[in-house]
């Protein structure tokens, strides 16, 4: 509904319709990987504004979740999922399928730009592997850049992290130059 909003607003906020992106760090990269894959045939297309797509041109995740179905989470992202959810991640209630970004994923998604910390303890790197890999298994632009020595959130974790939060910002100014 946002990005509906956006559309129908683009005049009064000086935006072009047509070239909007969406960026977001854990829970944000997760629901900003749900925006880039989850079409209107999921069933989140809801409420005002329904003449306009919800549709979005680039997708910048920094280490989210993408398949709530799989193992391997740290504690504190699996109470998490476990509070919003109700079911464990590695198991399947039939929710955490319908909120998995890689369950959506077809041809013609957005080019996905994807951050993630080697030594990620909340969620696990293989998250980002399996997003990046289905992708572009799918024929869709994927880009995953694997961030050494960084834990959650680009902690520091057993020396400086690279590339570095800059080179992070610089890549990520990149792609939405070229994307939108």
């Not at 906020?13 to 070239?19: D, E, F, K, L, M």
């Not at 198991?91 to 013609?108: E, F, H, M, R, W």
């Amino acid at each position: 509904c946002a990005v509906r909003y956006l559309r129908a607003n683009a005049k009064r906020y000086g935006i072009n319709p047509s070239q909007i992106g969406a960026w977001g760090g854990s829970a944000g990269g997760h629901l900003v990987s749900m925006l880039g894959t989850a079409g209107p045939s999921a069933g989140f297309d809801a409420g005002q504004y329904p003449e306009q797509p919800s549709s979005i041109q680039a997708v910048v995740d920094m280490f989210g979740p993408a398949d709530l179905t799989a193992g391997g989470w740290g504690s504190y992202a699996t109470s998490v999922v476990q509070q919003v959810f109700g079911a464990t991640p590695g198991q399947d209630n039939g929710v955490l399928a319908k909120a998995s970004p890689v369950t959506y994923i077809q041809p013609n998604d957005p080019p996905f730009l994807i951050f993630q910390g080697v030594n990620d303890a909340v969620v696990p790197p293989s998250q980002s592997q399996e997003l990046a890999t289905r992708l572009q298994a799918a024929g869709d632009s994927a880009t995953l850049v694997m961030v050494q020595k960084a834990g959650h959130r680009f902690t520091p974790a057993g020396g400086p992290i690279s590339p570095s939060l800059d080179q992070i910002a610089a890549t990520t100014t990149r792609f939405f130059g070229q994307h939108l």
